[in-house]
């Protein structure tokens, strides 16, 4: 990737297509579930090229005679209401326990499961919707996630965010129209939530978390967002990441 990036080769789509084909296919994997991005926020800006992705990387599976689906989802606004390390694992086991509902994560995640389950027991995606939903009302969903956490020696227990917030609060009454998908991920990494570069070390305390989603009403003075920073924040252009009409 550092020699893509210099090379202006980050978002070439054979490229994309045979790193993450031959990764898929080396790793012996059958079946193969793709989610391709597309918007501000990612590499891919338009559908047309996910499109194309998708249709390289289909062909190149056929190929090797594997069995590929790919899911063309949005990044022109936040896929969740959290962004940074620990934030967004804890976001992803408040899923996992059906305590996030209707937002574009939890539509998501359901949706992708619903097709890897399809694709792996050769089932339609009706039937395998009703078993990705039976999984977190029952609670299985989450209980197999603790099971892969202590395989691999880890510590949920041990997950921890920044005690330092801001709150990121609204100059105007009314809709909320966009959020900047890219503009949020330019931030927390100014947080330190990223890497510029490769020896830069990622904090993975700090980050952001949305308190309003697009189509909600705002009045003057709610808090869009906080911030959980180390010390201090960078300076925060409201009106480039939140749009209210």
Do not use: W
């Not at 031959?22 to 996910?50: F, M, P, R, Y």
């Not at 305590?99 to 995640?109: G, R, T, Y």
């Not at 305390?205 to 869009?224: C, M």
């Amino acid at each position: 990737y550092a020699l893509r990036d210099v090379t202006a080769t980050v978002a070439s789509i054979p490229l994309i297509a045979s790193s993450i084909m031959s990764k898929k296919i080396a790793s012996g994997a059958d079946k193969i579930l793709i989610d391709i991005k597309v918007g501000n926020g990612a590499l891919l800006q338009t559908k047309e090229e996910a499109k194309k992705l998708s249709e390289l990387m289909i062909k190149i599976g056929e190929f090797y005679q594997r069995e590929v689906r790919c899911v063309i989802s949005d990044m022109n606004v936040p896929l969740g209401k959290c962004i940074g390390n620990s934030l967004e694992v804890l976001e992803a086991i408040d899923v996992l326990k059906g305590k996030e509902i209707n937002n574009n994560f939890v539509d998501l995640c359901i949706d992708l499961a619903s097709d890897m389950v399809s694709m792996g027991k050769e089932i339609s995606k009706k039937d395998a919707k009703k078993m990705v939903m039976d999984s977190i009302d029952f609670g299985t969903a989450y209980d197999k996630f603790e099971e892969m956490v202590k395989h691999q020696k880890g510590n949920i227990k041990g997950i921890k965010v920044s005690d330092n917030q801001i709150k990121i609060k609204s100059k105007s009454s009314g809709i909320l129209k966009k959020i900047d998908a890219l503009a949020l991920g330019k931030l927390s990494l100014a947080l330190g939530a990223g890497k510029v570069k490769k020896s830069d070390k990622i904090d993975y305390t700090v980050g952001i978390k949305l308190n309003k989603l697009v189509g909600d009403e705002v009045k003057k003075g709610d808090v869009l967002a906080t911030l959980y920073v180390k010390k201090s924040a960078p300076d925060v252009n409201i009106d480039e990441i939140f749009t209210i009409q």
